[in-house]
DNA sequence: CGTTTAGTTGACCGTGCTCAAGGGGCGTGG
DNA sequence: CCACGCCCCTTGAGCACGGTCAACTAAACG
């Protein structure tokens, strides 16, 4: 017995741009329609797009996780940033000649294709729209920065916390938090190469956050039994995502 | 016995901007006029942006070095990218609330400060400018990444070699190398903040490229001796920069 | 001339890495 | 149905990279 506004298939990527402007609703059906004119399925572990790519089409995710990542020549490799649902992969990187990083898919994923002619004219059709696209840019490049400080700054454990409630508090706008839980499809490999560190150690970073009853994370499934507690431990501070409703 | 084209001050934000896309006489000299209207001078170790202000104006650097950073409770600070002349410190980030982060001079520095309104004219008259200033934006997105890489991948030696790669590769475009040596008017302390370091051992792995014989850095000033090696010994790839006419 | 800031060095220690091995779940093929 | 391989998670042991603490020097500054 679901009511569904307008969005269809396009629901995620609506109440995101949403988090960021008012959008009409002649404007997200506008997005709607074009999201739908070519929507692609690939399984996981597929390269969306790679480092030096001609950066020539939009790509927004309807369903599924993926990790934006850079390597090393030897192989040692940095995910940069998760690309969630309703998050778009690149909105304007088409202003650039080249990615500079790639994408890859950490489940199965369903995503909608965008030519960048067709993406140039839908935004031109509707200010709040574009300005939404724009601050989901910022946006990103805002968690960047908050990702260096992690790394950089913040001990493993403190680390591992941060990213844990960054991705809650992503989840939750979508709908894709069920309480304190949700699905949670990352192998410890993936969260060593977003936090910078091996995966021995991340091993027993996550194991010490179960210790201390923070955390339960099993069969794909994580719950976090105190959020405030973990957000402590983080030093954590939802600011950086600029949800302004959640702002000040 | 200089010839100067069209910037007088503002030149440097020309050349700068001009690296992204071929801007008109007409863009340069109206992107001049405003520059010109509200130049601003302040002394080094002031905060000209701080986390949570409202982000309601436009500052474009003239001369002098800056640095964004966050901060943690504790006092952990870390700088997650450095600004240089030419450089915007925020182009159109007003689309968003408030800054995310705060921005510091690490020396004296001559900038102009634009209002929103102002800038949203001028980008409205040409849109090479507007799509200029863009680029601007994403390809600080694109060094955020290479940071997280740095600091996340990198083992100390690299990741110095890494930074100094990339500010003499970013001050070469402006005009402020001079051969491989550049005025460096960082304190050890910068750049410790700046990879994720201790103080001491920035110093030490300092100590250690000087030793390779890859640098010299004393008296505020940097000489790369071998520029190659230093690339190599950081595995620099100069494409995240995004200087389309550098990229293959 | 005292005070502050930046750079340097030594000694010690701990966080997190490496190497190595083993276990469990699952899909595939014999 | 079981064997096998693969992927992911886990654990142990040892070590190294980089942090912390402390002291000293030199230059800059009021």
Redesign the pocket.
Known sequence: MHMRSEGGQSDTVIRRLRSFRPLSAAAASALDKVVRERILRVGAGHDLVSEGDPSDRIRIVLSGWLARYKTLEDGRRQIVNFVLPGDSCDAYVYLLARMDHSISSLTPVTYSEIRREQFDELIASDRMLADAFWCETLANASIQREWVLNIGRR???ERVAHLLCEICERLRPVGLMDGNSCAFPV???DLADAT??????L??T??ELRAGDLIVLRERTLTINDLDALKNLALFNANYLQYPQAIG
Not at 196 to 201: I, N, P, T
């Open positions: 001990v493993a454990l192998t410890q490999m910078g560190l091996s995966v021995v150690h091993n027993r996550l194991q």
